[in-house]
């Protein structure tokens, strides 16, 4: 079975600039979560979206937002792009249903310029 | 607030020289302690996930153990491909959703 994947792999934009990011769970995960990690640290919660509908969001501001599909994929968008928001942009899917692990895709590396 | 801290930073090994990498943590109930592997510029690969206070899981040459304050990956005879970053997590009830807590990791070199 394919895991998660995301696209695009990679990404370079400017100051200002609108960004989407994409991610497809692995088949039969109803729950996909957004991390950003930034060079050095471990990945920072953005948002979790379950059955379509958003579950929790993190500490960041409004210009970061998401929504959920009916196939389960996500997309992840970003406005007004800053300098600080260069990082790994990862996906992960859960299967819900007691099972907690949650399983990350390959990410998006975004370069804000 | 939940919180992980794991240690050391960097740790450098000969290969087939075990060694434990420590995550201590501090969370509201826990719902699961999380061990990841990442390779430079790719996504966290799952490797463990312990459930309460005892538990011990085995994969090849790693070993996750759990008390109610830390988690240890023990490494035993490590080879040059195990060198990677480790990352510890921890999920806690706190919020209802599943929002993953992460370490900064551990950057872990094996030489041969």
């Known amino acids: ?113 | 607030e939940d919180q992980v801290t794991q240690s050391p930073e960097a740790l450098r090994l000969q290969e087939g020289e075990s060694s434990s990498l420590n995550c201590s943590y501090t969370v509201s109930g826990l719902r699961g302690l999380f061990w990841y592997r990442q390779d430079p510029g790719k996504g966290p690969e799952f490797l463990f996930t312990l459930y309460s206070a005892g538990e011990e899981k085995e994969k090849e040459r790693l070993k996750a153990t759990l008390t109610k304050k830390e988690s240890f990956l023990h490494i035993t005879a490590p080879k040059p491909e195990d060198s990677a970053t480790y990352l510890c997590a921890v999920q806690g009830v706190s919020g209802g959703y599943n929002k993953l807590i992460f370490g900064a990791g551990t950057r872990l070199a094996v030489h041969p």
């Not at chain 1, 998660?4 to 934009?13: A, D, M, N, R």
């Not at chain 1, 995960?29 to 991390?35: P, Q």
């Not at chain 1, 792009?81 to 990082?87: I, K, Q, R, T, Y």
Request: net charge positive; with cysteine.
């Open chain 1, 1 to 113: 079975d394919a895991g998660v994947t995301q696209s695009p792999t990679h990404l370079i934009k400017t100051r200002g600039q609108h960004v989407t990011l994409r991610c497809s769970p692995i088949s039969g995960h109803k729950s996909v979560s957004w991390y950003q990690q930034v060079l050095g640290q471990g990945p920072q919660f953005i948002f979790q979206y379950y059955e379509k509908e958003e579950r929790g969001r993190g500490n960041f501001p409004d210009r970061f937002s998401a929504r959920q599909f009916p196939n389960y994929s996500s997309e992840l968008n970003v406005n007004a792009l800053l300098l600080g928001d260069s990082a790994l942009y990862l996906c992960a899917s859960r299967y819900a249903g007691g099972q907690e692990t949650q399983y990350f895709g390959p990410g998006t590396r975004l370069l804000v310029l």
